[in-house]
């Protein structure tokens, strides 16, 4: 699997994957995280045009989609709760996959290599992705609520720093 940077030509499949998204979460229990045709077509185009969307691809063509963009992001001004850490972080917004396997744990590896905390947030009934952020090493940290009023968990991730042994003499 490889990780590109999304463009205007790929709007067709983030379209799809999007519903392919909502389609899997309502037949599993999870039919209100993207409601009203979100995430869509305009929010691709805004991911895009900032330069944080991102496709997995691997021989066959693009598998699946997801916005990363640095912070602060509105959404996680406040949380009951708490947050890990203060510092700065990127977020991971609108993950859609329409095949493969890994493809959570790719996407997490991406960017855990370009950022050094990372938040994301899923629906309290999206169990495929709380077992895949928890896999990862993301922690819970509380509920927030999103821009259409309804809540959803807010996990963090903080990447380990080395120990330094001190010398001996």
Not at 8 to 22: K, N, Q, T, V
Not at 90 to 112: C, E, P, Q
Not at 143 to 162: F, S
Request: contains cysteine; proline residues 4%; hydrophobic residues 40%.
């Amino acid at each position: 699997m490889k990780i590109r940077i999304a463009s205007s030509d790929d709007l067709e499949f983030i379209e799809g994957a999007y519903e392919h998204a909502r389609a899997f979460m309502q037949a599993h229990g999870n039919a209100t995280q993207w409601p009203d045709g979100y995430p869509g077509r305009i929010d691709a185009e805004e991911d895009i045009a900032h330069g944080h969307c991102f496709l997995v691809t691997d021989e066959v063509g693009p598998l699946a989609v997801f916005s990363f963009a640095p912070g602060p992001d509105e959404t996680y001004a406040s949380v009951d709760g708490a947050w890990h850490s203060d510092a700065d972080y990127h977020v991971i917004h609108r993950m859609a996959a329409v095949r493969g396997h890994g493809v959570a744990r790719a996407i997490f590896k991406f960017t855990a290599e370009h950022a050094d905390y990372l938040r994301c947030d899923t629906h309290e009934d999206n169990v495929p992705m709380r077992r895949a952020l928890e896999s990862f090493g993301f922690r819970e940290c509380g509920l927030i609520t999103v821009a259409n009023g309804t809540q959803r968990i807010a996990y963090d991730w903080i990447k380990e720093t080395p120990c330094v042994s001190a010398s001996r003499s």
